[in-house]
């Protein structure tokens, strides 16, 4: 059973940074696309970021494009989002998933992602 945990988020004004990290256990995330999703208060949950396995393929919400970087590590089983220049907007509890095939291309689709992690929550202020 892969055990996802995301830690780094926080209140930071608007224009500001912050680091997320998730950090895998139980299981590897090496050979799976790893995704980054957002829900705030009411909304369903956002497509933000996905990345192949292999890192070479990156795909970004249009929200976050040029703003937001993902990143992994497979040697440490880690992925990261830097987010720079946060808006009130992105406001939200930040969850990172990893796919359930292997090899696989990264999705947009919650339902493509087997294991999840409880979230961590980010909040910009104006």
């Known amino acids: 059973q892969v055990h996802l945990v995301e830690s780094g988020g926080g209140l930071v004004a608007a224009g500001g940074s912050l680091r997320l990290s998730c950090a895998a256990s139980?299981?590897?995330?090496?050979?799976?696309?790893m995704g980054w999703f957002r829900q705030a208060p009411g909304k369903e949950r956002e497509f933000v970021v996905g990345?192949?396995?292999?890192?070479?393929?990156?795909d970004y919400a249009d929200s976050v494009k040029g703003r937001f970087t993902i990143s992994r590590d497979n040697a440490k089983n880690m992925v990261y989002l830097q987010m720079e220049n946060l808006k009130p907007e992105d406001t939200a509890v930040y969850l990172c998933?990893?796919?359930?095939?292997?090899?696989?291309?990264?999705?947009?689709?919650?339902?493509?992602?087997?294991?999840w992690g409880q979230g961590t929550q980010v909040t910009v202020s104006s």
């Open positions: 998933a990893r796919e359930a095939s292997i090899y696989s291309f990264p999705a947009r689709d919650v339902r493509s992602y087997a294991y």
């Open positions: 990345m192949s396995w292999s890192g070479d393929i990156k």
């Open positions: 139980g299981g590897t995330v090496s050979m799976y696309a």
